[in-house]
């Protein structure tokens, strides 16, 4: 099958959020050297065209969830990142009102349902959202990433049963990006082959290049195509690395620099802008100026989280239940 072409104007938002996704979290790994950001920060640069791939092969009303690797996703379904590094800061104009920090960033308003700190807790509501969606009869797809690790715990293989059997229309995202917190996948899962997973409940099963967006377009195209017509889900391993640690605190004493090094010449960013040059899609002077647009962007969006206050003590328990009177999703999202 012949590749694909794209236009110029695909090429250059796919470059430009992917940038925006790697500058964004670089500065986020910043500020939590300068303990401006506490607890965890789990880091999702290397793996930005998947992402990428998948938000240009979905429409803006789908659905969305993820695990706890998960500050990008909710900017690609539309939300300002302002509002995500406010919530990493813990402050109160937040995605989650500073509630949620790193692990639970959260947008109703553009159908991103978190941000999930159990391993794997994500898969069955991903599930139940697609069963939502089919029983009201609302033409919805919905996406649901998840790292390698999960694939070993129990309610992803009873999701695949349940999600096979009632033709749900979710697509099931394995990042696999080779370490469940330090473990190897080979150290700890006897198929290394994680798209093989789905095929015991005779779910469509497919593997993706997840360090190349165009791939991960294609794939994804495809598959949503798939859904979307009732033909139920579809697993696919989306075969990427992280070129950070599981979290801040992680010493990488499980993989050598070589390891990194080669995988960082594979990188998403790096392979777009190579096409972008390489197919004179756009003169220097223009990646230059989504340079200039994307610092421009990260400078606000550090100064928006700065100035934002701290949530008030009082606040603590406000959201732990649905009260009249305290929308939990801000209006100027």
Known sequence: MAKA???????????????????????????????????????????????????SAIRPDDNMIAGYRNHVQPIGKGMHPKYMMAELYGKVTGCSKGMGGSMHMFSKEHRFYGGHGIVGGQIPMGAGLAFADKYRNEDRVTICYFGDGATRQGAF???????????????????????????????????????????????????????????????????????????????????????????????????????????????????????????????????????????????ECVKFAEESPYPSPEDLYKYVYSEPGYPFIMDNQ
């Open 157 to 299: 293989h009873e999701t695949m049963n349940l999600a096979m059997l009632w033709k749900l229309p979710v697509l099931f995202v394995i990042e696999n990006n080779k370490y469940a917190m330090g473990t190897a996948v080979e150290r700890a899962s006897n198929v290394t082959d994680l798209k093989n997973l789905g095929l015991s409940y005779n779910m469509p099963s497919v593997d993706v290049n997840g360090m190349d967006v165009e791939a991960v377009h294609e794939c994804f195209t495809l598959a949503v195509a798939h859904a979307r017509k009732g033909n139920g889900p579809m697993l696919i391993e989306a075969e990427t690395y992280r070129y950070k640690g599981h979290s801040m605190s992680d010493p990488q004493k499980y993989r050598t620099k070589e390891e990194v090094e080669q995988y960082k010449n594979l990188d998403p960013i790096e392979k777009v802008l190579q096409t972008i040059r390489s197919k004179k899609i756009a003169t220097e002077e223009e990646i230059d100026i989504i340079h200039s647009r994307v610092n421009d962007l990260i400078e």
């Open 5 to 55: 072409t794209y236009s110029k104007e695909q090429y250059l938002k796919w470059y430009e959020e992917m940038l925006v996704y790697r500058r964004i979290e670089e500065r986020a790994g910043m500020v939590y050297t300068q303990q401006k950001i506490r607890g965890f920060l789990h880091l999702y640069i290397g793996q930005e065209a998947i992402v990428a791939g998948v938000i």
